[in-house]
């Protein structure tokens, strides 16, 4: 097994990841590396910025050096883990390749290539279903093929699926190559998807893969690289990410941030202290050269990358990956569409997500789409089909929740235990969102009586109380202070003792 997961937040997971070339710790990212010239030495990548794993392209070195390529461990002067692409990103943009697909393979070993990937065909962002359909043909038949031509069984390979947009080709391509002999998987063709921001479709893309694929091996979402869209994809379950954007941008006088990009030109102050910019003005990147800008531009974008990786990789260990993804989809309204297409996949966050908590302070809820979080739905989901009201209480009393917490030290709670002190029959419970219904007995467990909720008195605690009210057998059920279906709705404790009936006190 080359890959070992560690620790998990989320669908995100902290994981090692074993080459021959040692061991790398995941969610990481690989600068790509262009094997004939670059803005930033790849020892460098390595030394300064602790990159052990790059990506570069086999389909160049063998158009540029030829057949007799030497090791691309030598021709790049990098002497950590190396993952060669294949010439399908060329195959996508230009419509061809000048190789085949048994060459690559070939090549890739001779080169001495850690991790090779595969000729495969992309689908790429603007095919019809008909044309992604032969993409996925090709793909498989290709990876079929090439497990056949390899012979150094020491070099890990990843087989891309392929499908595009159309999610059942996705799925199909997915179980197909998650059945060959491969250690890794990319997830081809979201670069254009990914141009158009369109995050939540790169959400379906991401989930749709993950069901079909299996666990123990790590997703590569390919061409990804911008900082703010990292945690996103981290928390679905992605584990390797490449990126040339870091340089592209750099070439283009564009500077990273964690919640976007901007113009160098256009600073008027660097909002950064990497090692670049602590020492700098925003004026000083208009007095260098153009290429001395473009390096001094490329490097701080890269240890823009590092910080958000590190703190990825610190709010899974937190168990506060959750947090971290909210505070990153906000920054850009299609990321935050991204990110509530997550509440069509709360069963799968809750499927991935570990029971056992370890967080260190409570959750925090903003708005509707925090309630995507896998502690709302997997404790709804048990209320719902495994909570059985206690043996006696055969009158429910729905109270609004309470800012105190836990509930059961509140002021409201203590009014209606003097209330119906001497009524056993009576069973507090709490409504209100995010959790819905809240029975008192259960308060003071996580996170029940652990969170800040900024959301108030919303819509969605409804459906919960009703449900309950309609499964759990009660004679009786009183609300207080709303209207609800099959509560009779009161609006002080005062007015209990005015009605007829099971709940005046006794
Ligand atoms: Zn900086």
């Keep these: 097994m080359c890959f070992e997961v560690k620790e998990r937040d989320l669908g995100g997971r ?3 990841l074993r080459t021959r070339r040692g061991v790398l710790e995941t969610p990481t990212l690989m600068p790509v590396v262009n094997p004939v010239k670059n803005t930033i030495r790849p020892a460098e990548l390595k030394d300064d910025f602790g990159f052990h794993l790059i990506i570069t392209n086999a389909y160049i070195i063998l158009k540029h050096y030829g057949k007799e390529a030497r090791d691309v461990h030598e021709i790049t002067g990098f002497d950590g883990t190396i993952m060669t692409d294949s010439g399908a990103y060329q195959l996508l943009i230009y419509g061809g390749v000048d190789t085949t697909p048994e060459e690559i393979v070939r090549f890739q070993e001779r080169i001495r290539s850690d991790i090779g990937v595969i000729l495969d065909v992309p689908t790429g962002g603007f095919a019809t279903k008909q044309e992604a359909e032969q993409t996925v043909k090709e793909t498989i038949r290709t990876a079929k093929e090439s497990i056949l031509w390899r012979e150094d069984d020491t070099m890990l390979w990843a087989g891309p699926v ?10 199909f391509c997915a179980r197909v190559m998650g059945e060959l002999d491969f250690q890794i998987h990319p997830l081809g ?10 995050y939540a479709t790169l959400v379906d893309m991401i989930v749709t893969a993950k069901r079909a694929l299996p666990p123990e091996r790590p997703l590569h979402l390919f061409g990804a690289g911008h900082p703010m869209m990292l945690s996103l994809a981290v928390a679905l379950g992605c584990d390797l990410f490449d990126s040339a954007a870091y340089a592209l941008f750099a070439k283009d006088g564009r500077y990273m941030t964690q919640s976007g990009t901007m113009r160098v030109d256009e600073l008027e102050e660097l909002p950064c202290s990497c090692p670049i910019c602590a020492k700098r003005d925003a004026e000083d990147f208009a007095e260098v050269t153009k290429e001395e800008r473009e390096g001094l531009l490329a490097r701080h974008n890269l240890y823009v990358v590092v910080e958000e990786l590190r703190s990825i990789r610190e709010s899974i260990r937190e168990g506060t990956l959750w947090e971290h993804v909210e505070s990153r ?16 996949y709360r069963e799968y966050l809750e499927l991935n997500d570990p029971v056992v908590n370890k967080m260190v302070r409570g959750l925090f809820f903003y708005d509707e789409v925090s309630m995507c979080r896998p502690e709302v739905y997997r404790y709804k989901e048990r209320i719902a089909s495994r909570y059985s009201r206690p043996k006696g209480k055969d009158i429910l009393l729905l109270v609004p929740m309470p800012e105190e917490k836990p509930f059961t ?15 056993e029959d009576v069973h507090v419970c709490f409504y209100g969102d995010p959790f819905g219904v809240v029975p008192s007995e259960l308060s003071e467990t996580f996170p029940l009586s652990q969170f800040e909720s900024a959301i108030g008195l919303g819509k969605a605690w409804r459906e919960s109380a009703e449900g309950f009210i309609a499964t759990k057998g009660y004679k009786e059920a009183f609300i207080l202070g709303q209207e609800l279906k099959g509560a009779k709705t009161i609006n002080s404790l005062e007015e209990l003792k005015r009605l007829p009936g099971l709940l005046s006190p006794q």
């Design 14 to 16: 902290i994981g090692t």
């Design 162 to 171: 392929q499908g595009g947009r159309y999610l059942d080709l996705l799925e």
């Design 189 to 198: 063709s979201p670069t254009q998807i990914m141009e158009e921001y369109d």
């Design 329 to 344: 989809c906000r920054t850009h309204p299609k990321l935050y569409g991204g990110l509530k297409r997550l509440l069509e």
């Design 409 to 423: 030290k509140s002021k409201i709670f203590k009014l209606v235990k003097e209330f119906f002190k001497n009524r």
